[in-house]
Each structure stands twice: as C-alpha cells, then as structure tokens.
C-alpha cells in the first residue's frame, strides 16, 4: 500500500515541483526493499570485460545472497584460470580468497570483482536509504523516459564504495535507469545504466523481487573500458548455511 502511494505522489507531482525529502527518502526505500528478497537468493552471472587495446574476456560467476544477515558469497566459475577465486561478504568485511596461494585477504568497498569494472555494489542487495541522504537535482528526460534525478551523498559512518552517487529514477516504474559514482572531489569514477529489470515471486517475501537483467559499467577513469553484467538462472530457494563461510569455498577450489 505504501509503494502504491508514493508511486501515485510522485506521478501526480509536476515535473518542475522538486520532490520532498520524505517523498525521495521513501523512492530509495521502495527500490532497496524490491531488490531485497527475506529468503535467500542465487543468480548465475556472466560478465564480459572490455578494455582499451586489450582482448575481450569473458567470467561466469555464481552469486549467493542472504540478505537478512547481510551476507554475499561470490564463486567463479570461468574461465579456468579463475575458477575457484571468489569473495565473501561478512559483517561489513569482504574479503577475497585465490586458491592459487590459498591465502584470505581483506578488500575495500572499491575492489574490482575478479579485475572486471564490476563492485560488490553491483552483486549485492541496495541499501541505499540506509547509506544515503538524497538531493533533489530535478525532473527532465532520459531518452523517452522521464526521470527523477537525485544526488545520493553517504551519511556519516557509512562504508560505501564512493560518497556521491546520481540516479536517474524512471517516474512511473521508480526502477533506477542510470547511476554515476563520483569521488569525494566530485571526480567522475563510473557511470552505470540499468536497460533491463526483471521480477521473481518470493515465496518467503509474499510478493516479487526486482533485480538488474542487465548492468552496463563504463568506466570514467580509464576511458574505453566498460563491463557488461548479464544475471541468468535467478533463482529464490533456501540456501545451505554453511555456503557463507570460508570453509566452503575452500572446499570448491580443492
């Protein structure tokens, strides 16, 4: 009933009225809690890696979320070479494990997911209420869409891969078509548009969970480099616990 409303306060404001705070405070809480699923969550991911002067590279990867407990787990599978390496997400840490040297490492927020243009961010489930305070920027047009874009900046404590974000949130489905992340010194870092959304029923949400089909990554650092994220297999079932731990994916690596 909530999501309802705000979706008929948003459609009914003008598109020169700035949104309130509560109004755009309560955007970001309809699109964490869609993307949150109360059970568990596996998605099959394949990402392609493009890089200036470089050959293209391919990576499958098998993605495991528990989003009650905030916990990630995130398998390589493809190609050989990396099969096996992977990330695990705990109590705020992530941390990566490369069964070449069989040793844990921890990693920050802007790690580069198996040396892709892909983040944590980009696999796990959105918390961007609970991160960010929002700004109206204003109502204009994304291609045929019309959109709401709004300035994201981190609250105080919160451990985020960058401290300024844009989105560009589609009026009618309130599903974010692009995002920019930017340095504290207002650099531009990336910019990621969001084509494709798609649901899936969740028996033990009672209703459908959103998720990106499709992510495509541009980096603005080093330009000509972009990532593509394509999400396959998405599937909702109860997971094993002990998939969560560091034991496991050592198991997978032997």
Not at 171 to 191: H, P, V, W, Y
Not at 192 to 205: C, G, H, I, M, V
Request: net charge neutral; charged share 30%.
């Amino acid at each position: 009933m909530l999501s309802s409303l705000l979706c008929v306060l948003v459609l009914s404001a003008a598109p020169t009225t700035p949104l309130s705070e509560p109004q755009m405070v309560e955007i970001l809480k309809t699109i964490d809690d869609r993307q949150r699923n109360s059970g568990d969550y596996t998605a099959l991911a394949y990402i392609e890696q493009k890089e200036r002067d470089k050959d293209d590279l391919l990576y499958e990867a098998v993605i495991y979320r528990r989003d009650d407990d905030d916990k990630l787990m995130i398998l390589f599978t493809r190609p050989k070479a990396e099969a096996g390496k992977g990330y695990l997400r705990l109590d705020k840490n992530l941390f990566f494990y490369d069964p070449s040297v069989g040793k844990w490492e921890r990693r920050t927020e802007r790690e580069r997911i198996g040396g892709t243009g892909s983040q944590r961010s980009d696999f796990d489930e959105s918390r961007l209420a609970e991160e960010y305070n929002p700004t109206y920027v204003g109502a204009e047009k994304l291609g045929a869409f019309g959109v709401h874009q709004l300035e994201l900046r981190a609250k105080p404590g919160a451990d985020v891969t960058y401290p300024v974000m844009r989105l560009w949130v589609d009026e009618k489905t309130i599903n974010i078509l692009k995002a920019q992340e930017l340095a504290l010194s207002g650099k531009l870092m990336r910019t990621t548009y969001y084509p494709k959304w798609n649901t899936l029923f969740s028996e033990d949400k009672g209703k459908e969970v959103y998720f990106p089909q499709e992510i495509r990554i541009y980096d603005e650092v080093e330009k000509g480099n972009s990532t593509l994220v394509v999400m396959r297999k998405v599937d909702l079932k109860s997971l094993e616990s002990n998939i969560f731990t560091k034991a496991w994916l050592e198991s997978k690596s032997r």
